[in-house]
């Protein structure tokens, strides 16, 4: 696992591939790194996995915390009622991230309970081609039911908050401000098991990639995404149908606190603009390019058994196609 670099000297524990310039128009742009310390956060999905070791890592910097979740885990309500560091609190506001009104709220709680207003937020809250919102298992088509509500919490939660996120920091002439986006490397490479998650994450990645040259550049407002692999979080293990697809004596688990540290990076390093994709597996980091990209490889990235989700899948096809 690679240690966290320096803010300046950070790239040199990435792969950049060749020609990745040509996938980060904002390349000149260099601003200052930010001092987390004394800054508020926003993470939505913070009651577990990723978003909460995120949660984790900022606060033993100093950096204020609203968690906005349906729930906290164990772990998570440890946390939140634990002893921070000096001037430093963590709340958690029950949030639906489908819903706008309570997503406006996470602002109000930051400026209403800790007196300020963010400067980082993650719209981190996601989950897995779940059986309620599934493309092959879930709401039949042409039904009012049918809306593939996953997308409400994978794409459409993430860019209401960005939008909200603009407001907030324009409104406080912030000097600095980020938005981390959590994609993942289903926003590189098809799975045909769970095509309306690859289709949200694609959708993140351009998201972040049409929005992050020009807001850096004109509001120094960056706005990147971390890409994980393969994580051992609670959308894999809550799910045992997609545990199928793993091979434990073939594939590798990465942590949440490799990813945490990636994100970490996407708000410190000088040279990751705006736009950034940056993919994380298990002890690896490397930059996503727009164009010519190799797609992800090695540790932490492969489920060695997906063929047997796709031949489950088509057999259920079949009974559909034959009445059976």
Not at 51 to 60: E, I, V
Not at 76 to 100: H, I, K, M, Y
Not at 257 to 269: K, N
Request: aromatic share 6%; with cysteine; proline share 6%.
């Amino acid at each position: 696992m690679f240690a966290l670099a320096r803010p300046r000297l950070a790239l040199s524990a990435l792969r950049r591939p060749a020609g990745a310039a040509r996938g980060f128009a904002a390349s000149a742009i260099r601003r200052e790194a930010m001092d987390i310390s004394g800054k508020t956060a926003i993470i939505t999905g913070g009651g577990s996995g990723i978003n909460l070791s995120f949660a984790k890592l900022l606060a033993s910097k100093q950096c204020n915390v609203v968690i906005g979740d349906l729930a906290l885990t164990p772990e998570a309500e440890a946390f939140v009622g634990s002893e921070q560091p000096p001037n430093t609190r963590v709340l958690f506001q029950r949030t639906d991230v489908t819903s706008w009104p309570d997503l406006a709220a996470l602002f109000t709680v930051a400026r209403e309970r800790l007196n300020t207003t963010a400067d980082i937020v993650v719209p981190g809250a996601g989950v897995y081609e779940p059986a309620w919102s599934s493309f092959f298992h879930g709401d039949e088509a042409g039904t009012p039911e049918s809306r593939y509500r996953s997308l409400d919490i994978n794409l459409t939660h993430p860019i209401a908050l960005t939008r909200m996120a603009f407001s907030e920091f324009l409104a406080a002439r912030k000097r600095q401000a980020a938005v981390i986006h959590v994609s993942s490397v289903a926003g590189q490479c098809p799975r045909f098991t769970t095509p309306i998650y690859v289709a949200a994450k694609h959708g993140i990645n351009g998201f972040v990639r049409s929005l992050g040259p020009q807001m850096e550049e004109n509001f120094n407002i960056r706005v990147s995404a971390v890409a994980p692999g393969v994580i051992k979080t609670r959308l894999w293990m809550d799910h045992p149908d997609k545990l199928q697809m793993i091979d434990e004596t073939q594939d590798e688990w990465a942590t949440p606190e490799e990813v945490a540290e990636g994100m970490l990076m996407l708000l410190e390093c000088t040279d990751l603009p705006g736009g950034t994709i940056l993919e994380v597996g298990k002890g690896q980091r490397r930059l996503v390019t727009h164009i010519n990209d190799r797609g992800p490889s090695g540790a932490g990235h492969t489920v060695s058994n997906g063929q047997v989700l796709d031949d489950e899948t088509i057999k259920l096809l079949k009974r559909e196609r034959d009445g059976t």
